[in-house]
């Protein structure tokens, strides 16, 4: 890399860590707490690309890159910011910065991004408008997961885009508050959003009057996979009679619509028609570094209503961590209003989190037809290094993940043929002796019993 960065971050520890791995990579680096020192340097033309906070002690990172562009539009600016909150990544993708990271930022992938920016820095980029100031700080999408940063930037992108959105995942996961984020930030917000069911397409006349009331502003058809043929008939008719000036569509579903088209549930015409950009929310057990995020956001929003102050312990944390989350961030909402309820010690503990979750399923649904062994097993691993915290499991993974795929696909063999060692080796595929030294190391208790199949 070659060319000179200009940082700017209130915190000094960030600010040498910056200014140590720019200068081994072959850069100068300009570093300082203030905005009007950066500007400043913006406005002597110093600088090849800026690095910016969002929050700092005289203002705001965001505010000022609509101001560099203006001034300098070939200068690139990357956003960081420990604010993790889509209405972050949206201003910062509004003002036209080059890139935003959430803080904590991996370094690699900063350096990286730094590098492409130096190499694009020729390329002229367009100036832009400051974005306009949007009141939505109470929306509990936080996360400084990749997966959430990812969809945040793909909203940021598609906001005022005419073309209709399919909203996908798991029950829980948010996908309506996701439509209405979208409508709320976007440049239809001041236009009405119509949310639309089965039962408002029971008639022609109904369905037509949807997209009237709607006008230019947004319609939301929750869970179409659940729409009877006949509503999907008079959906597609709607959709095809809407003017220029109609509204924009959003649907959402947590079903697999090419799975239920391929059964006849759901209609080709349809999906094509809705299909235009798809949004897959991730489900919250594939989102562990989030899951604190967003119950101290939920114990903040509890303090707010009036319950009392309470702090997770950190074995809780552990817990919380741990858990599968099958009903998501919905059901994690509810987890931390009830342990927030519970009062008596200041500290949420984990037997009051274990007291909690014993009474709650805890097994992962399926997310899908199309959801193999493979990509379970692989969901499964993630999810395992992502416990760890950032540091590696123990030594020995391989015989304990072996181990822990071993005994209970034995075990579900022998209860699905009632014991039978010999039907148990057959449908394994497997030598009966095999069989037999499997169930000793594992210390399988096996029970004959007549097996209705």
Partial sequence: MDGTVLVADDDRTIRTVLTQALTRGGCKVHATSSLLTLMRWVKEGKGDLVITDVIMPDGNGIELVPQINSLRPDLPVIVISAQNTIVTAIKATEADAYHYLPKPFDLPDLMKRVSRALADKSQSRAQSSQADEVVAEDLPLVGRSPAMQSLYQVIARVMNADLPILITGESGTGKSLIARTIHDLGDRRTMPLVSATG????????????????????????????????????????????????????????????????????????????GGMTLKLPPLRDRIDDIMLLARHFAQRAEQDGLPTRQFDSHAVELLRAYSWPGNVRQLENTVRRLMLMGGEMRILRSDVKSVLDNQPEAIPTAGDDDGVSTSVARH??????????????????????????????????????GNQAKCAELLGINRNTLRKKIAELDIRVARRRKLM
């Avoid at 569509?249 to 094509?272: E, S, V």
């Avoid at 691993?381 to 993940?401: E, K, T």
């Fill in 381 to 418: 691993l993630r999810r395992y290094f992502d416990l760890h915290g950032g540091h590696l499991p123990p030594a020995g993974l391989y015989q304990r993940i072996l181990r822990e795929v071993e005994l209970p696909l034995i075990e579900t063999a022998l209860d699905a043929t009632g």
């Fill in 199 to 274: 039962a408002d397409f029971q008639n022609v006349e109904e369905s037509s009057s949807l997209a009237s009331r709607a006008r230019n502003g947004t319609l939301l058809l929750d869970e179409v996979a659940d729409l009877p043929l006949e509503a999907q008939i008079r959906i597609v008719r709607m959709l095809d009679d809407l003017k220029e000036d109609g509204p924009r569509i959003i649907a959402t579903t947590q079903a697999n619509l090419a799975a239920a088209m391929d059964k006849g549930g759901f209609r080709q015409d349809l999906y094509y028609r809705l």
